[in-house]
C-alpha cells in the first residue's frame, strides 16, 4: 500500500546546529504537509506544499517539495531548544479524499 | 488551542474493559478524524467521518468502532481492550484553508 517514509527517525544535534528531515512517498502526491508536534502535546500544522519544486520558508524552516512531488524535506537553520520536537510529514492518500498518511516522523532532540 | 475538544484526557482501564472517546470538532468543521499513537510510534490513520457518514477507514481493529452525531461530535468506543491499545488517541478536523487537520490535545488510554 501507499507508504510515507521519512529519516531519520532520530537527530540531536547542538544548539545552533542545522537539522534536515527527509519525506519520501512511495507515490506522486498532490500535496504534502508538515506537522510538529511537541513533546507530550499534539501535532501542529505547520505549511503545506502543493507545487513541484515548491520552497516555503518560515523564519528558520525552509521546505521543500520535489521535482517529482514524492519527497520533501525540511531544514530548519540554527537549531534552538524550542525547536525540540517530532516533525511529521503527510500526503493525502490516493484516490481517497481527506486521508491523510503521515510518516514515522522524525524526533529532534536540541543540547543547549 | 486548536479548537478540537476531546475527552477524557486521561483513562485507566482494565483488560477485557470497553471505553468511549469524544471528540467535538472545531466549529463550522463536518469532518473528524480519528488517529492512533502508540510509544514512539507515528499517527496510524483509524477512521474518517464527514457530516455523520464514514468516509474512510483505516487499519481500526474490529473491537474498536466510531461514530458522528448529528450536532457533528464523534465518539470511539473500544472494546475488549488488550495491553496493546494502550495509547494515544487523536482526533482532528480538517480546515478549509490547506485541508489542513487541527488537532485534539488527545485521549491517553492506559490499559492495565
Known amino acids: 500500500g501507499q507508504q510515507v517514509m521519512q529519516i531519520p527517525q532520530y537527530q540531536h544535534v547542538q544548539e545552533g546546529e542545522d537539522f534536515t528531515t527527509y519525506c519520501n512517498s512511495s507515490t506522486t502526491l498532490s500535496n504534502i504537509q508538515w506537522y510538529k508536534q511537541r513533546p507530550g502535546g499534539h501535532p501542529v500544522f505547520l505549511i503545506q506544499?502543493?507545487?513541484?519544486?515548491e520552497v516555503k520558508k518560515q523564519k528558520r524552516l525552509t521546505f521543500q517539495f520535489g521535482e517529482a512531488k514524492k519527497n520533501s524535506s525540511l531544514h530548519i537553520t540554527a537549531t534552538q531548544t524550542t525547536d525540540v520536537g517530532t516533525y511529521f510529514c503527510a500526503g493525502p492518500r490516493t484516490g481517497n479524499t481527506g486521508k491523510l498518511i503521515f510518516g514515522q516522523g522524525t524526533t529532534l532532540q536540541v543540547k543547549p | 488551542d486548536s479548537g478540537v475538544t476531546q475527552t477524557p484526557k486521561h483513562l485507566i482501564t482494565a483488560t477485557g474493559q470497553r471505553v468511549t472517546l469524544r471528540c467535538s470538532p472545531r466549529s463550522g468543521d463536518l469532518s473528524v478524524y480519528w488517529y492512533q499513537q502508540s510509544l514512539d510510534q507515528g499517527l496510524q490513520f483509524l477512521i474518517h467521518y464527514y457530516n455523520g457518514e464514514e468516509r474512510a477507514k483505516g487499519n481500526i481493529l474490529e473491537r474498536f468502532s466510531a461514530q458522528q452525531f448529528p450536532d457533528l461530535h464523534s465518539e470511539l468506543n473500544l472494546s475488549s481492550l488488550e495491553l496493546g491499545d494502550s495509547a494515544l488517541y487523536f482526533c482532528a478536523s480538517m480546515g478549509t484553508t490547506a485541508g489542513e487537520l487541527f488537532f485534539g490535545e488527545g485521549s491517553r488510554l492506559t490499559v492495565l
Open positions: 506544499l502543493v507545487k513541484s519544486g
